[in-house]
Nanobody, 119 residues
């Protein structure tokens, strides 16, 4: 089994920045793609950014130029640097990773971290 734990959320004024972190732990053999999703109140969960094990990135149009995803494979950790935050970025941000363990390969989710940008 594996677990994902996020950190770094909080309250930030419009135009400010936050850095989210997500670390994977457990009996991990390898991690494929890692990513960040978000879910705002009354909305469906949506992809924010993804990064492959080799560092290829993919971003949602609404964060291009403002957010940067990166990962440290040695630490099994993915980061999301968020700049120029706006009220519409308010959401619960969830980490996702496709992890291979001895018993199972599949998607894991973190518990989520709140990001609030007041209007």
């Amino acid at each position: 089994q594996a677990q994902l734990v996020e950190s770094g959320g909080g309250l930030v004024q419009p135009g400010g920045s936050l850095r989210l972190s997500c670390s994977a732990s457990g009996y991990i053999l390898s991690i494929n793609a890692m990513g960040w999703y978000r879910q705002a109140p009354w909305k469906e969960r949506e992809l924010v950014a993804q990064i492959t094990s080799s560092g290829v990135t993919n971003y949602a149009d609404f964060v291009k130029g403002r957010f940067t995803i990166s990962r440290d494979n040695a630490k099994n950790t993915v980061y999301l640097q968020m700049n120029s935050l706006q009220p519409e970025d308010t959401a619960v941000y969830h980490c996702n990773a496709n992890i291979r363990t001895a018993a199972y390969t599949g998607d894991y989710w973190g518990q989520g971290t709140h990001v609030t940008v007041p209007s």
